[in-house]
């Protein structure tokens, strides 16, 4: 009998990510990989002269107007909550999983194409506040790695966000002593991202986090470099023992 | 910023804690700390902080916040004096949207020479060169409240009735400029420049370096001092288009307020009659739209919603005042009136910010997001996982590969690999390359005797748009669609640590024995692997068969290191010593 094929360990994970922010209420959401400047930097609040869309951090196409491999799924975000302004919802929670662009040297830990998982959860103004991105994200790190996960948040800027948090993890590796890994950057919808999605920012409010997902695969699995993950070798995808759950 | 815990510490009567204790203090109050070792700390300012915080002054205002010491004085609330207006200099603005204010001080007769030991040591705790006293002063100046400072020497210019004239205009298409690092650098029109209008000669490139022409040497005696404030992303464009990044330009680039520059005209021209000797004889200031601060109001309501917390009234209204933010309470409303240096106050959240890092992000109670009365939409993920357990149950193994490809319909403008500029219309051709090779490893991953079976889900660009596909590795006739199915839930997997593999190429050896009726293969293979030792990664029974009463079993080894590529005569050394120990057990190797 033929065996079994291997799935990707990325499947793997944003399986596993849906499953636990699915029970928390995320939809899961998709948009273009590649964008318009619009969704990937001025609705969320990136000014034109910023840095970011220079031509050595971001990939441009050639064509008039010019378009942009999304540098983040920040971009899926704002999407949804321009939907949601023309639907008149007035809470919405996604997760945009999906492949991002950054025009930078690869290395162990950073390649030009990579996943992330971004999120956002809005609600009635009171009712999605910094706390509950806290607890949404102390709960998914205790299902997603299945222990008493501990987190805690720095300061931190982003231009989509205010306030701005830096996320760590308290990760105990089997064996091993346990540190603080420094996660991802999350933060509370800048106002302006709102306003330009159509939403009035003295109606609604949320939290937003935009994590890199093979960093969480890595750290669980303990995969040495990030350039494994797409380089089409079968050799990677078989370097685990896989069991249905 | 290269920050002197020395240096910080003037700022303060009390003694500083434990660099560890300050390491926490920025860590989860302000600024990450990228690295200390001794006086050092080097702290990585936030963008919107790098406005105000790029010098010791910045840090040590957060520092006194956060830790609640109060500073020994704090130069950006001392009174700036009335300068005596000078009658040796002019100066010109062409655009003042490139610069927002420029002073110029005219100071004579000073006496260029090694500075004192203490500014010296000031320098050098922070990774900096002294050069003489003037440049050390600017310098000082610049690392101490952040306002970047040049200083010309005015007898290396032309001087027409009695005064020196700089003028501040757009760089000419191939204007040459020799700069103070002997470099020379070719202008553009993007960049502005620092001349000397008299001769209309470039003597600085705005906001970047100074240039050699009007350099200050041990013979000048009149100096002219620039305090200036030039647009941020003109100049970080020119940094970047002249690949020359200053101190001056990395301020620059962050947009101080143009305020800044009296303090900075202030303290130098104290610092330089102190360490130099002159007489200032007057300053000019070019400053066509002063900066106006717009007061920000929010309550306890908005910053308690929107953190999720329960800081009481009195401990917001501390908060603002360790910040040293004006402020006006009236019941639960605040108003706050930013000091010109924080440029990044600006709406109620910014205010919200500086609450919840100040009083700590631990104290924000984590929470779970209340139940809702939406049902999650995961109707195409659903779709799209549909499909890849369909595959896989067929024995197909999913990949991912890259999205660039050498030829497509849209092309990038900055490809990083030059080889692959375009986007990929298909899956196709990536899929023919990882087959290639997955055959190649085939034998170290697959059961024995199987051929991979891949497959890919992906998103493609075409003129038509872009879309996800499927690619699969041969052809399935019954493959279902990708299309939503909203019921559908995804198998999940428990997966094992990951196991490293060799990059090294393998060598493949079979061997085949007699072995008498009734023989455990296992036990054969077990000893045949223990014999191989350990750079045999893999063994299996790939052939029996039965003859005259005798067995044949042929097993394949496969040998691999992850040191290095094996070399055929170790392998084959390893093989005759496994075959003579077969044989000394009575196997018969066919």
């Given at each position: 009998m033929e065996e079994q094929g291997h799935l990707h360990p990325l499947t793997v994970a944003i399986r596993d990510i849906a499953a636990i922010f699915g029970r928390m209420g995320f939809g899961f959401a998709y948009g273009p990989e590649l964008e318009d400047e619009w969704h990937n930097f001025s609705a969320l609040n990136v000014p034109a002269d910023h840095p970011a869309r220079d031509m050595q951090d971001t990939f441009w196409t050639n064509e008039e107007p010019r378009r942009v491999l999304r540098t983040h799924t920040t971009s899926v975000t704002i999407r949804e909550l321009e939907k949601m302004a023309k639907s008149g919802e007035t809470e919405k929670r996604m997760i945009c999983i999906g492949k991002v662009f950054r025009n930078e040297a690869t290395d162990m830990t950073h390649e030009a194409q990579f996943y992330q998982y971004d999120g956002f959860a809005v609600g009635p103004t009171g009712t999605v506040t910094l706390a509950h991105l806290k607890g949404t994200w102390e709960r998914f790190y205790r299902e997603y790695f299945g222990y008493d996960a501990k987190i805690r948040f720095r300061p931190s800027y982003f231009p989509f966000t205010e306030p701005s948090v830096e996320v760590d993890l308290w990760f105990e590796a089997p064996g091993k002593k346990g540190r603080w890994l420094e996660m991802f950057g999350a933060g509370m919808l800048h106002p302006n991202v709102l306003r330009n999605a159509g939403l009035d920012p003295e109606k609604i409010q949320g939290f937003a986090f935009g994590p890199g997902l093979e960093r969480v695969i890595m750290v669980k699995y303990g995969i040495p470099d990030v350039r494994l993950f797409h380089s089409g070798d079968i050799r990677f995808v078989h370097a685990f023992d896989i069991h249905q759950k | 910023m290269k920050t002197s815990i020395s240096w910080l510490q003037k700022s303060f009567d009390a003694p500083l804690p434990h660099p560890d204790a300050l390491i926490d203090a920025f860590t989860f109050h302000a600024f990450e700390i990228e690295e200390a070792a001794g006086d050092l700390m080097d702290v990585k300012v936030l963008p919107n902080r790098a406005a105000d915080c790029l010098c010791h002054r910045g840090i040590a205002k957060e520092l006194s916040a956060i830790l609640e010491l109060p500073m020994k004085r704090d130069s950006l609330r001392e009174p700036i004096p009335t300068f005596p207006q000078s009658n040796m200099l002019k100066v010109d603005i062409e655009d003042n949207k490139k610069c927002l204010r420029y002073m110029g001080a005219m100071v004579c007769g000073v006496k260029v020479g090694p500075s004192p030991a203490w500014l010296k040591d000031a320098l050098e705790s922070v990774g900096q060169r002294s050069i003489n006293n003037i440049v050390d002063a600017t310098n000082f100046v610049m690392l101490n409240i952040g306002q970047p400072l040049h200083a010309f020497d005015a007898a290396r210019m032309q001087i027409q009735n009695g005064a020196y004239s700089i003028r501040v205009r757009q760089a000419n298409a191939g204007e040459k400029i020799m700069a103070l690092d002997g470099k020379e650098y070719v202008l553009e029109p993007s960049m502005a420049v620092i001349t000397d209008a008299h001769a209309d000669t470039p003597i600085g490139i705005a906001g970047v370096k100074g240039g050699s022409a009007a350099q200050i040497g041990n013979e000048t005696q009149d100096i002219i001092i620039e305090s200036a404030n030039f647009n941020g992303p003109l100049v970080r464009r020119a940094a970047q288009k002249l690949k020359l990044f200053t101190d001056a330009s990395l301020r620059f680039q962050n947009n101080?307020?143009?305020?800044?520059c009296a303090y900075g005209m202030r303290d130098v021209l104290d610092l330089v009659v102190r360490v130099?000797?002159?007489?200032?004889e007057g300053v000019v200031d070019i400053y066509p739209t002063p900066q106006t601060q717009t007061p920000v109001q929010t309550s306890l309501a908005r910053i308690n919603g929107l953190l999720g917390s329960t800081f009481s009234r009195e401990e917001v209204a501390h908060v603002f005042e360790r910040l040293d933010l004006s402020t006006n309470i009236e019941n639960d409303t605040f108003t706050i009136t930013p000091p010109f240096e924080r440029t990044d106050i600006v709406i109620p959240e910014d205010l919200t910010e500086e609450v919840g890092r100040i009083l700590g992000y631990d104290r924000v109670v984590p929470c779970i997001l209340p139940a809702t009365t939406i049902s999650p939409d995961q109707a195409r993920y659903r779709g799209i996982e549909f499909v890849k357990d369909f595959l896989v149950d067929r024995g197909f193994t999913e990949i991912s590969t890259q999205s660039f490809s050498k030829k497509g319909d849209i092309v990038l403008a900055n490809p990083l690999d030059k080889t692959n500029p375009a986007l990929r219309t298909d899956l196709v051709h990536n899929m023919q390359e990882a087959l290639t090779k997955a055959a190649y490893y085939a034998p170290l991953v697959l059961p024995p005797n199987q051929k991979p079976k891949l497959f890919e889900i992906g998103t493609v660009f075409t003129k038509e748009g872009e879309q996800i596909v499927v690619a699969t590795s041969e052809p399935v006739k019954d493959i279902p669609a990708l299309q939503d199915n909203k019921d559908y839930i995804p198998c999940l997997y428990e997966l094992g640590a990951f196991k490293p593999f060799s990059i090294y190429p393998y060598i493949v050896r079979d061997i085949a024995l007699w072995t008498p009726a009734g023989t455990n293969a296992e036990e054969v293979l077990e000893m045949i692997k223990t014999q191989a030792g350990e750079l045999c990664v893999k063994i299996y029974l790939f052939d029996t068969f039965t003859k005259e009463g005798r067995v044949s079993l042929g097993f394949r080894l496969i040998f691999q290191s992850f040191e290095r590529t094996l070399t055929e005569e170790e392998v084959n050394k390893i093989m005759a010593e496994l075959s003579g120990i077969l044989g000394d057990k009575g196997f018969e190797i066919r």
């Open positions: - | 101080p307020s143009p305020e800044l130099a000797g002159g007489a200032v």
